[in-house]
């Protein structure tokens, strides 16, 4: 059994993440993936990880994944419910995402993740206010979180 394979059994399936797969697979319909502003990758194709080439070894042990945003949720609810991990292995990964005190000592969870195709993931939870926010966008050359849009988002979500 493949890596890739082995993944989706064990963790995406139970996790519910239906739309969550590895560069090169197609998981989901060509009409529902984003794909990135300027149409093309670097390499001349579709930038849409459903184009992307396979993942090799080099990748595919820390990332080559994509997914939806409501599959990140997903896997969120799997690691709080130990849905995929239980007791030590879960209380570890969860400990990966502890909350931390912002300016105004409310506590915040983040955890953002990009590509080098430009896309871009990020999870706030604010734990006192019991909110989520998770977006993605598509349109990040650096492939990194905009820091300042980030809080004006918090911000919001406080209102």
């Not at 007791?87 to 993740?113: H, M």
């Not at 990020?122 to 650096?142: H, K, R, T, Y």
Request: charged share 25%; hydrophobic share 40%; proline share 4%.
């Amino acid at each position: 059994r493949t890596f890739q394979h082995y993944v989706q059994e064990a963790l995406f399936s139970p996790a519910g993440m239906m739309s969550t797969g590895f560069y090169g697979e197609q998981r989901v319909s060509a009409e529902l993936v984003a794909v990135g502003i300027g149409g093309t990758s670097s390499m001349g194709e579709r930038n849409s990880p459903a184009d992307w080439p396979p993942v090799t070894w080099a990748l595919a042990g820390s990332g080559g994944v994509y997914g939806s945003v409501l599959d990140i949720a997903r896997w969120r609810d799997a690691i709080d419910e130990e849905v995929i991990l239980s007791g030590r292995s879960a209380e570890k990964c969860r400990s990966y995402l502890t909350a931390r005190p912002d300016e105004n000592g409310r506590r915040v969870r983040f955890s953002a993740g990009g590509n080098d195709f430009g896309f871009v993931f990020v999870s706030v939870e604010l734990v006192d206010e019991d909110g989520l926010l998770i977006f993605a966008q598509n349109n990040n050359p650096i492939g990194e979180e905009d820091h300042n849009w980030v809080r004006a988002l918090i911000d919001q979500m406080r209102r």
